[in-house]
Each structure stands twice: as structure tokens, then as C-alpha cells.
């Protein structure tokens, strides 16, 4: 397959077109032009990169020389921090992609993947696991945008004939994931011994190593009658507590941890629950444990921290 993916320098971006060229899969790599991160795909077999500005989609096509086959769409600003509720932000995502669509179907494209988010749904207040088919509430600006460029994208779709899959992410993490991510600041400060400061961290939680994310998209876009949303979490939702425990014990650190010391935010404790059922049915399921993700981060990241 001749595969296009935008937000090709993120986690999950670059691990995918890592894994898809490694399969043999021709890979478009977009990246904007002012990227610093390519040298990990440039490297890559069966890899063309190609620089283009969110706000230059709509001329996407003239920068590609060929047809593709799929495209999948990772690129999205503002997905941390106060970003997410500025509606400007948000608002600019929805017309840059919304721009690229219909330059994919110039292109011959008969898939298309949007990255998801478990935003999109909204705020979990009770210990309901979350379906693909239940209602949204998104209740920042960053999952109103995410949901209504899928709702753009799918009529979009419809109208094209074209495929439409959405993965909606939980809560990912791996070694390339970003340093200000709970997982990456918490691992930090355990391994040198300085205080974690965090909420009360009574949430239900469910992580996902990002290797077992990457095999659950080729499953998505390998197999040919697949569509409509698919969650990826790991379907081991705890209280996050438990979570951050076991980091702990597995450090063998001697930092204070301070529950309690942060506030949740003004739109409240949100608890992610996810069913991840309708993707387990495609014959997917993940492979790497939360403690043996862990290991690895540490391994790859923080291993002369370790030895401190």
C-alpha cells in the first residue's frame, strides 16, 4: 500500500511510519517545514517525506507525484495544556484538515484514518465503560473540534465513497512520548528522588503502550471491511493511584508522593473507562503490560538515572 500520514514527526506518527515501511508499505511522511524530528523516518526504507504546513493542505496534492492508497490524519495543534480550551486553536485545526480532504480524494484515496481522542466523549462520571456507540459530550474545545471534523470527515466520506476509520485514543505512552506527559514528569522526578505533586488520583485511568496502539492501526488499515470508530486503551482501567504505586515501586524511589496537592481542573475529575471490545473483534489485543511498558521507557530514556 502507498500510505500518506500527516503529523508524521509525533509518538505515534513516527512509530507507525516506522512499522509500515518495516512491512514493506510505501509511506508519504508529511511534515511541516520547519520540523526538527525527521531523522528518525528519514532513515527509513520505502519513506518520502514531504514539508507542508497545516495551513497549506488545500495544495497538498500538488506537492505528490502519485496516487495513494490510504491516509492517515495525525497532525493537530494545541493538544495540551490551555490549548485545549482555546476555541481559535481548536477552530483552525477543523479548517486545516477539513482543506486536506478533498486533495486526498484528488490524490485516488479510498481510506482515510482520523486520529481520535477520548475527549470526544466527555467526562466520565460514573464507572460506565465507555462504547463507541454511546453519546458525545465533549466538554473542552479541544474533543468539540476533534468530533466535529470526524462528523465533517465522515460525511465527507460518504459523499466520496471513501473508507473512514477513527481510532479514538486514551491515554498512550512510550519512550518518544512528551517530557510534560504524567508518565514521563512522574518517572522523572521518582528517579531522582524529588517530590510528586498530583491530584488526588482517584480517576479511573487506562494506559496504552505505543507499540500496541501502532499494531492495533495496521490491523485497522490492513483489513479491507473495517469502519467507524475503534477505541484503543488497554482495557485495564484502575484507579490511577495504582498506577503511579507501582511506578513507584518499581524505581525503588524516595520521593514524597504528594496526592492531593494539585486541583482538578475546572471542568472536573474526569475517569476514562474504555470498552476496547470492537477492536479486540479484529483480532487485536495488547501485548505489553503497564509494568513491562515502564521498563521500557526507563530503559530507553532514563537508564543512567536509574543507576543514581
Not at 85 to 111: R, T
Not at 207 to 213: H, Q, S, V
Not at 229 to 248: A, C, T, V, W
Request: net charge negative.
Amino acid at each position: 500500500m502507498r500510505i500518506l500520514i500527516t503529523g508524521a514527526t509525533s509518538m505515534i506518527g513516527s512509530a507507525l511510519i516506522e512499522r509500515l515501511a518495516h512491512d514493506g508499505h510505501r509511506v508519504i511522511a508529511v511534515v511541516r517545514t520547519n520540523a526538527a524530528k525527521t531523522l528518525r523516518i528519514r532513515q527509513l526504507p520505502f519513506v518520502e517525506i514531504v514539508h507542508c504546513d497545516m495551513d497549506s493542505y488545500g495544495n497538498l496534492s500538488r506537492l505528490i507525484s502519485d496516487s495513494v492508497d490510504a491516509a492517515v490524519l495525525m497532525a493537530w495543534n494545541g493538544t495540551r495544556g490551555k490549548d485545549r480550551m482555546d476555541a481559535a486553536v481548536q477552530q483552525q485545526n477543523e479548517v486545516c484538515n477539513a482543506s486536506l480532504l478533498p486533495e486526498l480524494a484528488k490524490l485516488g484515496c479510498h481510506m482515510i484514518m482520523t486520529a481520535g481522542s477520548q475527549a470526544e466523549y466527555g467526562p466520565l462520571y460514573s464507572e460506565q465503560a465507555q462504547t463507541e456507540d454511546m453519546e458525545p459530550h465533549p466538554n473542552t474545545e479541544y474533543g468539540k473540534s476533534k468530533l466535529r471534523f470526524y462528523q465533517m470527515a465522515d460525511s465527507f466520506c460518504r459523499e466520496q465513497d471513501i473508507r473512514l476509520i477513527e481510532p479514538r485514543f486514551f491515554s498512550l505512552y512510550g519512550p518518544d512520548d512528551n517530557e510534560n506527559t504524567l508518565i514521563m514528569s512522574l518517572l522523572r522526578s521518582m528517579l531522582r528522588n524529588e517530590p510528586c505533586k498530583m491530584t488526588s488520583c482517584v480517576q479511573l485511568w487506562d494506559f496504552l503502550y505505543i507499540d500496541d496502539a501502532v499494531d492495533g492501526l495496521v490491523k485497522l488499515l490492513t483489513k479491507e471491511h473495517l469502519h467507524g470508530i475503534y477505541n484503543f486503551g488497554s482495557g485495564d482501567s484502575r484507579p490511577l493511584k495504582e498506577y503511579i504505586e507501582e511506578m513507584y515501586k518499581m524505581t525503588g524511589s524516595r520521593s514524597s508522593l504528594l496526592y492531593g496537592a494539585i486541583p482538578y481542573p475546572e471542568t472536573g475529575m474526569v475517569s476514562i473507562h474504555p470498552s476496547v471490545d470492537r477492536l479486540r473483534a479484529t483480532g487485536w489485543a495488547p501485548k505489553v503490560r503497564f509494568a513491562d511498558g515502564i521498563d521500557k521507557i526507563i530503559t530507553a530514556k532514563y537508564s543512567d538515572e536509574k543507576r543514581m
